[in-house]
């Protein structure tokens, strides 16, 4: 050891220590002194600190939830190759990892179907009583066994076996805010935990293997719809000594009966409660909350659903009422703005062209004199509500409210082509004692899901939240014909951009 002497500033002289190197006793190599005198490479070589550690592991996978067993009995769902799976492999291993200190995990790439999980760790540990200390990397390898979890074993010995159900009901006389929910469910996953799916009558009713799943998938419906609900119970068996009682769970779910593009005329307290809005309005979204509009006034207000069942109100004329009218003139300028404009309009009945009328609209932006449009007949539909029965007495009302603009004309010429996008749906029974299957009118089913589809093309806001797939079957038309088979305005359509390309893997894809 050498000492080296330096001035500093004070005039002091400083002693800097200067560490001399030894010889290896194995190989030889200068390196710095420690108190077992060998290099790294030669106390590897001596001394393997990942002796002891476990290096194959054997776990349980349901095939058919996607979970794993983290005993002694919980279940696990992680994705392949995910930090949930990284997380619950370490921690399969941490009993036998207490004696090194973990620094680094990462998966080595195997095939998907070869029931095999590898682990690359990196651990380090003190050696020789502390004397140096290891880095060393190893390979630990998972052996993946099928097993069925408890729910999933359950489902496959008795498929008609559930533990609670939820039963979806509204009471209108169309599906099309059912189809609506079904994409909603499809897209969040809401009912993927589901063990059965039932279409009844004005509903559909889910079974699920375990209370807490339907408890999400209500807190679910909840978020997207305003709803209803109320819970019953019922004992199925107990024992006595254990104090243990198994019980099913029936969850009644109401969904509003309000729909969109439903006239409503506003009990006077809920008018007052929204800013004396309408009375006459119309309802133009519903989510957890409901949104009205007033056409004569372009206001809105948004009704929640604990304000809704406060009142309880039903629609005065519904989707089903609408009749067509023929747009003569639109008196210039409308007022407002891109998404409504207020102006009046000279219409007729398709079916009384003789008979025209002006009314006040707030669908100035779109309509043009040969446009058809939507409405509903104030003065000569049904209606069941006294209070809008005395407005018309007096006249107060206006003789047609006009719902949307109607393209049936541009459809025509499309007729019996696909469409360039397609839906999913769910994989629903039909439930023959309570109204499905047989006595459900098919083609009324149909009809109502073309709507469906012909308001997500119209509807730019109610596509939002809905996942639409590229229809293989469709054949873009080329600008020549296009331009030949229009004459003026044509049917909107879902713009390319929006679909989404579904994933097929065909049978070679498959083999490599």
Request: charged content about 25%; aromatic content about 10%; overall charge negative.
């Amino acid at each position: 050891m050498s000492a080296i002497m330096d001035q500093d500033s004070s005039g002091m002289f400083k002693v800097q220590q200067t560490i001399g190197s030894v010889v290896c006793c194995k190989c030889g190599v200068p390196m710095p002194p420690n108190a077992a005198n060998m290099c790294v490479n030669c106390l590897r070589s001596q001394v393997d600190i990942t002796e002891g550690l476990q290096k194959s592991v054997q776990i349980f996978y349901c095939p058919e939830c996607g979970c794993y067993l983290q005993p002694p009995k919980t279940w696990i769902k992680a994705q392949w190759e995910s930090k949930d799976l990284l997380s619950f492999c370490i921690n399969r291993l941490k009993k036998n990892l207490n004696k090194v200190t973990l620094t680094n995990a990462e998966f080595v790439w195997t095939e998907p179907h070869s029931k095999r999980i590898k682990l690359k760790l990196t651990v380090q540990a003190e050696v020789l009583n502390g004397a140096a200390r290891l880095q060393q990397s190893y390979l630990v390898e998972y052996t993946v066994r099928d097993h069925l979890c408890e729910s999933c074993s359950r489902f496959h010995a008795n498929p008609d076996q559930w533990v609670a159900s939820v039963q979806l009901r509204q009471h209108v006389s169309h599906r099309r805010s059912f189809f609506y929910l079904e994409q909603l469910i499809l897209r969040h996953e809401a009912a993927s935990r589901a063990v059965r799916i039932k279409q009844v009558h004005q509903g559909i009713d889910f079974y699920f293997g375990n209370k807490s799943h339907a408890d999400r998938f209500v807190d679910f419906l909840g978020k997207v719809v305003p709803i209803d609900y109320r819970q019953d119970k019922q004992l199925v068996s107990h024992d006595v000594k254990s104090c243990f009682y198994n019980y099913k769970y029936t969850y009644s779910v109401n969904i509003c009966p309000i729909c969109r593009e439903d006239l409503i005329f506003l009990p006077s307290e809920v008018a007052s409660g929204l800013g004396n809005l309408g009375p006459l309005v119309v309802c133009t979204k519903v989510s957890d909350s409901i949104t009205l509009l007033d056409p004569r006034t372009l206001r809105c207000a948004f009704l929640d659903a604990r304000e809704y069942w406060r009142s309880g109100f039903r629609s005065a004329l519904t989707s089903r009422q609408l009749v067509k009218y023929l747009v003569f003139y639109v008196h210039p300028p409308p007022v407002g703005g891109q998404k409504y404009a207020l102006t009046y309009v000279e219409i007729a009945r398709e079916s009384d062209l003789g008979n025209l009328f002006t009314v006040q609209t707030h669908l100035g932006h779109i309509l043009k004199p040969g446009d058809q449009a939507l409405g509903y007949d104030i003065y000569g539909a049904n209606v069941n509500d006294d209070e809008m029965e005395k407005y018309r007495l007096h006249g107060l009302l206006p003789e047609a409210i006009l719902i949307k603009k109607c393209y049936d004309k541009q459809r025509e010429r499309k007729e019996g082509k696909p469409r360039a996008f397609t839906t999913k749906k769910l994989p629903m029974e039909m439930d023959e004692s309570r109204g499905g299957g047989g006595r459900v009118d098919q083609e009324k089913m149909e009809n109502e899901y073309e709507e469906f589809l012909r308001d997500l093309e119209e509807n730019p806001e109610l596509r939002f939240n809905v996942s639409l797939y590229k229809n293989k079957d469709y054949i873009q038309e080329s600008d020549e014909t296009a331009s030949m088979s229009t004459d003026g305005e044509s049917a909107p359509t879902v713009p390319i951009e929006e679909l989404l390309a579904e994933l097929e893997l065909s049978e070679e894809d498959m083999d490599e």
